[in-house]
Each structure stands twice: as C-alpha cells, then as structure tokens.
C-alpha cells in the first residue's frame, strides 16, 4: 500500500508547500483538490494540468485521486433537477482533470440526503447520473469512488454494494472512508463487503463515547482487523488520511499510517 495525505485538510496549502511537506513526511501520494480560484483550478488547460502532474513526478510525489468542483458544485441529493445538473456538470469536469493529469481516481461526495421526496427517488436519480457518466469515467480511465459520508444516504455496505452493481460499470465504485461508519458500523464489514468495488481508500478515526473524529490510533478503530479485512480482498492500492493538523502532525501522521499499513 502507499500512504497519502488529502488537500482537503491541509487548509488551502499551495501546491508547492504540500509536495514539500509530502517529502519531509515520507508520504507517497497525495490527493489534490481542484477548485475555483486556486493554484490548482479545475478550469486550467491540459497543458497547465500537464504542468502539475510534472510537477508531482519531479517531486516523486504520486498523484493518488483528486476532488474537483466548482464553487457552486450543485447536491445529486436533490430532487431539484438543476442542483443535480450542476453536480454532474461538476463531476464530469473532475472527470476530464483527472484525465489529463493521467489520475485514476476522483473522489465524489454526492451531496446531502433532504427531506423532500423519497429514498427511492434520490436513489434512482444518483443511479441515473452515474450510469450517464460511467462511459467519461471509462473513456478517461478514472474510477468514480461514490464516498460514504455523514449525509442520510448509503448507510451500510449492503446499500454501497447494491447501487455500484446497479449501476453496472467497472469504473464506478467506493471510496472508503474507514471511519465514517464508524457511529453506526464496522469498518471491516465494509471492505469485506465492498471488496473489489473499493477504488480508494480515506484513513480516519472515531471514538465512539466521544462520538467525535480522532487521530489515527487514538480511536475505537480495529486496525488490525481492518488491514485483515483488506488483505483478503486483495487491495493495496492507495490510503489517504483525511485528518487535520499542523505540519508537524501531519508528519506524526506519516508515521502512523505506517504503522497501520503493517499490522
């Protein structure tokens, strides 16, 4: 496995400042996140997308997946057929970055679950937009990880498992996050659910009577059953950590993710 960190947590961190802090931690990868207004914008050319991929290489810095959306990136929670369109459209860029940087994954945070209508419409829709894409996803050669969050949607790897094989594409799958669940679940009854349709994977903890995010190791997480749990599925692609911290925790968290990745 190789370990990563995510610009999700990095606070808006420049480019350049996370490949550094990657060399001093020790990681191997990271996740970028492309946006409106940033030093990696999701309206860049593919000759400036070019630019960051080499970048990454000449920093021997792998680019593991990458988050993409624009400022108003929509919710395909929504029963509103605009705030769906405006997801896909940015889900379809994220697509066609991820492309041209030559990524292979793209993390996607489907939104959040409303009141309005019901499971079974929201269901059909998300299931709709991903099919629709699925062919982009294949013809970029970038996996869809559908991510399991906090958002009254997909809460048990049964549900996870049901809408990919529903959507029927080798290029739409999970994105684990090992601690998401945790409120209400086990990890590794994830992942051996899961199992081949787990494109990439977040690290994070959980405390349960705290019912709070934790750091890596300081939670009720079963690491050693997790990396149980993903030896016999056979993955050992990348694991990003999703935690936040200064610089100098996130290269304790360098530390700590090798640790797990040992057990």
Same mark, same amino acid.
Not at 11 to 25: E, R, V
Not at 69 to 90: I, P
């Given at each position: 496995m190789k370990i990563?960190?995510? !610009?999700?947590?990095l606070?808006g961190?420049s480019?350049?400042?996370? @490949? *550094?802090?990657?060399?001093d &931690?020790g990681?191997? =990868?990271?996740?970028?996140t492309?946006?409106?207004?940033?030093?990696?914008?999701?309206?860049?050319s593919d000759t400036?997308?070019h630019?960051?991929?080499a970048k990454?290489?000449?920093?021997?810095?792998e680019?593991s997946?990458?988050?993409?959306?624009?400022?108003d990136?929509?919710?395909?929670?929504?029963?509103d057929?605009?705030?769906r369109e405006?997801?896909?459209v940015?889900?379809?860029?994220g697509l066609?970055?991820?492309?041209?940087?030559?990524?292979g994954g793209?993390?996607?945070h489907?939104g959040?679950l409303?009141v309005e209508?019901?499971?079974q !419409?929201?269901w059909?829709n998300l299931?709709g937009?991903?099919k629709d @894409? *699925?062919p982009?996803?294949? &013809?970029?050669?970038? =996996?869809?990880?559908?991510?399991?969050?906090?958002n009254k949607f997909?809460?048990?790897?049964?549900?996870?498992?049901?809408?990919?094989?529903e959507?029927?594409?080798?290029?739409v799958?999970?994105?684990?996050?090992?601690a998401?669940?945790?409120?209400?679940?086990?990890?590794?009854h994830w992942?051996?659910?899961?199992?081949?349709?787990?494109k990439?994977?977040?690290?994070k903890?959980?405390?349960r009577?705290a019912?709070?995010?934790?750091n890596l190791l300081d939670?009720?997480?079963?690491?050693?059953?997790?990396?149980?749990?993903?030896r016999?599925?056979?993955?050992?692609?990348?694991?990003?950590?999703e935690v936040?911290?200064?610089r100098?925790?996130q290269?304790?968290?360098?530390k700590?993710m090798r640790?797990?990745?040992?057990?």
């Amino acid at each position: 496995m190789k370990i990563g960190v995510t !610009q999700i947590i990095l606070g808006g961190m420049s480019l350049n400042d996370t @490949l *550094a802090l990657c060399q001093d &931690a020790g990681y191997d =990868a990271v996740e970028l996140t492309f946006g409106e207004g940033q030093d990696t914008d999701i309206n860049m050319s593919d000759t400036e997308l070019h630019g960051i991929a080499a970048k990454c290489e000449d920093a021997g810095i792998e680019i593991s997946s990458i988050t993409a959306g624009y400022a108003d990136r929509g919710n395909l929670l929504s029963l509103d057929a605009t705030q769906r369109e405006k997801g896909a459209v940015s889900l379809a860029r994220g697509l066609e970055v991820a492309g041209a940087l030559g990524v292979g994954g793209i993390l996607l945070h489907p939104g959040q679950l409303t009141v309005e209508g019901t499971y079974q !419409q929201v269901w059909d829709n998300l299931v709709g937009v991903l099919k629709d @894409l *699925a062919p982009s996803a294949e &013809a970029h050669q970038v =996996a869809i990880g559908l991510e399991n969050v906090w958002n009254k949607f997909l809460l048990s790897p049964k549900e996870m498992r049901d809408i990919i094989d529903e959507v029927g594409s080798d290029w739409v799958g999970t994105y684990l996050d090992t601690a998401n669940m945790m409120a209400y679940g086990y990890p590794e009854h994830w992942i051996r659910e899961l199992a081949h349709r787990i494109k990439r994977v977040h690290f994070k903890d959980f405390s349960r009577s705290a019912h709070q995010f934790v750091n890596l190791l300081d939670g009720d997480t079963d690491w050693q059953a997790v990396m149980e749990a993903f030896r016999a599925i056979g993955y050992d692609g990348y694991v990003i950590h999703e935690v936040g911290g200064d610089r100098e925790a996130q290269i304790d968290l360098a530390k700590r993710m090798r640790e797990i990745v040992a057990m």
